[in-house]
C-alpha cells in the first residue's frame, strides 16, 4: 500500500463555483479525517468517518461543506458557492481503530489538495 | 477545551546541533494522547513519534527523543545531530481518548515550529 492519495493536488476555481476533492485511505484504515490548513497554521478538523458514518463535523464546516464516504472507503468533499475564504490546504488522513478503543490513532496524511479561489 | 501551544515560531541551527522544540498542552482528559508531526517543503506531513498521557518514560529513537511531563503538561521533542534533511515544520498535536464509535479522535495542532538546519 502506498499510502494516503488525494486529487486533485491543486485546484483553481473562481469564487462562486462548486469543487470536489477525493482522498483515498489506507485500505485497511477504518477512520478518515479531513483538515484544512492555511498559512502559518497548524491543520484544523472538519470532519471524520468511522467507515461510512460521519460521526463528527468542526463548528468550521459550514452549510457550504459536504462529505461523503460510501461504502466506507474513499471519501469526497465538496465546497459549493466557493468563497476567498476557502483558500487552503485540504488534507486527508486515515487511521485504524480497534474495537473497543485503546488505540492511538496515529493518523497518516495524505498530501493535501492545494485550492486557490481567485 | 483542548489546546497545543508551541511557543517557538522559527528555529535555526548549523547542521550537527542538537535542538529542542516546546509544546505545553491543555486538556481536561485524564486520557490523552500526544504526537509530533513533520512536514517538510513537500508539503506532507510525516508522523514521528506519539506519546500516551498515563506513560511517562522518555524514549529514544536513533536521533530523535522526547521528554513528556505531565506536570507541566509539555512534551518536548529533540532531535540529535541535525541535518539539513531535517529542515521543516515541526507540529506537536494532540487527541483525547478514543471509544469506539465515539465522537473524539481528532487531532488538535500547535502552530508549527519552522526549524532551519544550515550546512
Known amino acids: 500500500d502506498t499510502g494516503v492519495s488525494q486529487n486533485p493536488r491543486h485546484k483553481i476555481t473562481k469564487r462562486g463555483q462548486n469543487v470536489t476533492f477525493r482522498c483515498d485511505p489506507i485500505s485497511e484504515h477504518n477512520r478518515l479525517y479531513w483538515y484544512r490548513q492555511t498559512l502559518g497554521q497548524g491543520p484544523e478538523f472538519l470532519t471524520y468517518?468511522?467507515?461510512?458514518?460521519?460521526?463528527?463535523k468542526s463548528r468550521l464546516l459550514s452549510d457550504r461543506f459536504s462529505a461523503e464516504r460510501p461504502k466506507g472507503s474513499f471519501s469526497t468533499l465538496e465546497i459549493q458557492r466557493t468563497e476567498q475564504g476557502d483558500s487552503a490546504m485540504y488534507l486527508c488522513?486515515?487511521?485504524?481503530?480497534?474495537?473497543?478503543?485503546?488505540?492511538?490513532?496515529?493518523?497518516?496524511f495524505g498530501p493535501g489538495t492545494r485550492l486557490t479561489v481567485l | 477545551a483542548q489546546k497545543v501551544t508551541q511557543a517557538q515560531t522559527e528555529i535555526s541551527v548549523v547542521e550537527k546541533e542538537d535542538v529542542t522544540l516546546d509544546c505545553v498542552y491543555e486538556t481536561r482528559d485524564t486520557t490523552y494522547y500526544l504526537f509530533w508531526y513533520k512536514q517538510p517543503p513537500s508539503g506532507e506531513l510525516v508522523f514521528l513519534i506519539r506519546?500516551?498521557?498515563?506513560?511517562?518514560q522518555n524514549e529514544i529513537s536513533g536521533r530523535y527523543s522526547w521528554n513528556f511531563q505531565k506536570s507541566t503538561s509539555s512534551f518536548n521533542f529533540t532531535i540529535t545531530a541535525s541535518q539539513v534533511v531535517d529542515s521543516a515544520v515541526y507540529f506537536c498535536?494532540?487527541?483525547?481518548?478514543?471509544?469506539?464509535?465515539?465522537?473524539?479522535?481528532?487531532?488538535?495542532f500547535g502552530k508549527g515550529t519552522k526549524l532551519s538546519v544550515k550546512p
Open positions: 506519546r500516551n498521557s498515563f506513560d511517562e
Open positions: 488522513a486515515s487511521s485504524y481503530i480497534l474495537a473497543g478503543g485503546g488505540s492511538y490513532n496515529e493518523q497518516f
Open positions: 468517518f468511522q467507515n461510512e458514518a460521519q460521526l463528527e
Open positions: 498535536a494532540l487527541s483525547g481518548s478514543l471509544n469506539y464509535g465515539g465522537s473524539q479522535g481528532n487531532l488538535i
